[in-house]
């Protein structure tokens, strides 16, 4: 290790890395290996003897691409988008440079400091309550994934609640979500040890456009508590994996009220949206949650992984998840006039990610954020029409965001009732190596999701993968 | 985003870094800002129009870099290292490219293989049992930090017992350790919900090097099954955060066995020396382990995060952390071909974090990379050396890998028994910035922690370091 040898080097890989931009749309944008293949391509065991950058970086490009799914493509449309950029990549580098570990303020000021003051500026931009903000007794964090944000704000809610009615009261505990919710709240309740039979997703159809209702939440609430349960955990989703539903924060918000339950609002995907002021409306509501999360990692331009969360009350998390042991100690902290980011999250080390949100922030600013994330759903507004324009599909949900779901409508008089005509569809347009598209099920439907968000995505893109999607599905009917 | 821009704007970033990285020694290590300081020096919030790349680098010069705790400073010896390297850099620079993001195999084939692939390799050079490879029913993982790794194993280990116990005696289970076992410990429990008063954190004391006793875990065990708990979780540390204490596998291992508990060995620092032969012998008893974890990203030359994490049984992971929501459903993970990894962790999402650690492996070899653990060993032992040459001070544990635990010898008759003498000493030397060092307390003592492992120390900074510390004992042992 020695500067000049890593500018050398450093300055290799950037040209490796810009290349690899400019011959992006030459790949297949789903892998198209086959379980295994790398096995039978790398050796079984490190070397004894260094080996030269050039050979690693042959071997990336012979052995390593091949499998990899391009999620940077500009024909890439599947699950939510993981946005890299031009100011989140710098970001990354510098942060991986730096190489900070800041568990405490003393491991790293500028690391949790840029931190609690870039989620006060993003908190901003999405016109969150002044309670979120760090001046008050909440503020933001950054966590890897929305995973982590659910799991650590469902400990702090799962904690409070025992410390009232006794930590053998767990098994008595409820948490409300939708069947919409992202598997991640499934999840944080077998981490967090919550019953199975406690977690109540409960259904969204068609008659909600896939929203959780406010009545379905008072029935279940009203039924847990005659049998003696305790709720005390609702979640809200603003953009469900699924089909980008919206469930109404507002009334979900009075009822966790109501009931003294913590309320999370998850806006991994479409809170991106809601810096521009014409969506910002979804979020009405969020006055009533005491947490919030949104992924910059997926439609913001900041490279993977960013995952912002804010809540009302940090003296809730910091009792869940702090320890606080001898090795750790230092004035700052004894003197609590400093952030130990180490007990907001369920990991003691953390990597400095605010630099790259700052530098997107900074390098692009609100205007032209606003400016990319309008662009998108302009785009897919007008695949939407493309869909509409040929009878052969229909659009299932109406399009709130950059998300389109849509199928191929069954064959009148055929015993498919379009499951199998839609999965064949899906593998062979994935296959095709042109564009990557997955899928969802709403209300026993298979269903296509084309999800505009890729940075590197223009309106030729979408022509071209229509038209993809058209010619197999005039193959596959041709078929049946 | 254009590829052109992209390669023009990260070149000037890796000149930033490589300059940053030659200038390293003339900053002060231990940040000196106040808490707050970057309040002061910074907007409120984010600009609405883009700002140029040069204004950024300048505050990032001006304004974060002040606050700033040089983690790869050649004067960095606090905590355990965090390690940068050139290949490692490389290795973040081009994951950040790909951004992919690697839930499932599908998602990202050459992510998950390579990571599977990897840490089979670098088993391998670990010596670890074949039964932590892939080949058979176990296999490794990357987590981001030891602490994700020891909860994943006690969440598998707690819900592998509840199925047999029942989930009502979630109140039973009990967890034992040492009291030199890192907070991580703890806070897996807190969030797995293991009742606090039955984590037996045993004391080790200096009689045996602060290493936990066989002795002392088969009594707890033994009155905790009186009192008819359960025991079901036994960790043990491979160089403790404190002192580098060594736990005894073998002894340790066997009662697990005897008692059907899960076996977790966490070698999150000192693992990285066990690649040397001459160390290896540390990991005898590492055969009855069932989960064993080393970071990669402490003293492996690997960025951060890289936590390395080997089970036997990789389907008591799986059973306690996987879902499978429609959305995430295909075709290699329904025939069970692959793995996803996904179900071996917290979050869904995933970084291609096995790239860094390839090219750490490849680029140096196992060689360089033993050569590079002995090299720290024997600075570390020369430092040991000088502070043995000064009976001022004494090395308060034997030093077994890198780190020397040392302190300045309290004054005869006076009424400080050494706790303030050597609080003030670390006081002064990380207040010069000319060295960072951090503490911990053993027995009640308060002792000075010397941890040699950042890539760029060489003999001239142990030397210096030393003077640094002789000169501020000179003025300390003056002003008594």
Redesign the interface.
């Known amino acids: 290790?020695?500067?000049?040898?890593?500018?050398e080097?450093?300055?290799k890989?950037?040209?490796?890395?810009?290349?690899?931009?400019?011959s992006l749309e030459s790949y297949p944008v789903?892998?198209q290996?086959q379980?295994?293949?790398?096995?039978e391509l790398?050796p079984?065991?490190?070397?004894?003897?260094?080996?030269s950058?050039q050979?690693?970086l042959d071997d990336?490009r012979q052995?390593?691409?091949?499998?990899?799914?391009?999620?940077?493509s500009p024909n890439y449309y599947a699950?939510y988008p993981?946005?890299?950029?031009?100011a989140?990549?710098?970001g990354?580098?510098?942060s991986?440079?730096?190489?900070?570990?800041g568990f405490s303020?003393?491991?790293?000021?500028?690391?949790t400091?840029?931190e609690?003051?870039v989620l006060?500026?993003?908190a901003?931009?999405l016109k969150l309550p002044d309670q979120f903000l760090s001046s008050g007794q909440g503020g933001g964090v950054i966590q890897?994934?929305?995973?982590?944000s659910v799991?650590v704000v469902l400990?702090a809610a799962?904690d409070k609640i025992l410390r009232k009615s006794g930590?053998?009261s767990?098994?008595k505990l409820v948490v409300y979500a939708s069947d919409q919710t992202?598997?991640?709240m499934?999840?944080a309740c077998?981490?967090?040890?919550i019953?199975t039979e406690n977690l109540r997703l409960l259904k969204a159809d068609q008659n909600s456009n896939y929203a959780l209702t406010p009545d379905a939440v008072s029935e279940a609430i009203s039924s847990d508590l005659s049998e003696g349960l305790i709720p005390f955990f609702l979640c809200a989703t603003i953009g469900t994996?699924?089909s980008a539903a919206v469930d109404p924060l507002s009334a979900l918000g009075k009822i966790s009220k109501a009931n003294d339950m913590w309320f999370h609002v998850d806006a991994a995907y479409a809170g991106s949206a809601c810096i521009c002021p014409e969506y910002n409306h979804h979020l009405d509501g969020v006055e009533e949650a005491d947490s919030f999360g949104m992924n910059a990692?997926k439609w913001f331009?900041t490279?993977?992984?960013c995952s912002a969360l804010w809540v009302k009350d940090r003296s809730a998390l910091i009792q869940?998840?702090s320890?606080?042991?001898?090795?750790?100690?230092n004035?700052?902290s004894q003197e609590h006039?400093?952030v130990d980011f180490k007990d907001w999250q369920?990991?003691?080390?953390r990597?400095f990610r605010s630099?790259k949100l700052w530098?997107v922030?900074?390098?692009?600013?609100?205007?032209?954020l606003q400016h990319y994330i309008r662009n998108h759903i302009k785009l897919a507004e007008e695949f939407e029409q493309l869909v509409n324009s040929d009878s052969r599909f229909e659009v299932v949900t109406p399009r709130t965001f950059s998300l389109v779901c849509f199928r191929l409508l069954p064959q009148p008089d055929h015993q498919d009732d379009g499951y199998k005509l839609n999965y064949d569809l899906l593998?062979a347009v994935n296959s095709s190596g042109k564009i990557f598209l997955?899928?969802?099920?709403l209300s026993g439907k298979f269903v296509l999701?084309f999800a505009v968000g890729a940075?590197?995505t223009e309106e030729t893109h979408i022509k071209a993968a229509w038209e993809v999607l058209q010619d197999q599905a005039t193959i596959i009917l041709a078929e049946i």
């Open positions: 290790m020695d500067a000049e040898q890593l500018r080097n450093a300055h890989m950037v040209d490796f890395i810009a290349d690899y931009y400019k789903l892998s290996v379980p295994g293949y790398l096995r790398l079984d065991s490190a070397p004894d003897r260094p080996e950058l050979d690693v990336i052995k390593i691409i091949p499998g990899i799914t391009h999620w940077q699950y993981s946005n890299s950029s031009t989140g990549f710098l990354e580098m510098l991986a440079a730096f190489n900070i570990v303020w003393v491991s790293c000021p500028a690391a400091e840029l609690v003051i006060d500026w993003l901003k931009m890897g994934t929305a995973s982590e799991l400990l799962r930590k053998r767990l098994e992202h598997s991640c499934q999840k077998q981490i967090a040890g019953y994996t699924s990692h331009l490279n993977f992984d869940s998840l320890t606080n042991p001898e090795f750790l100690r004035k700052a006039t400093v369920v990991p003691l080390g990597r630099l530098m922030l900074r390098l692009y600013g609100l205007e032209n593998d997955s899928h969802t099920v999701r940075p590197l």
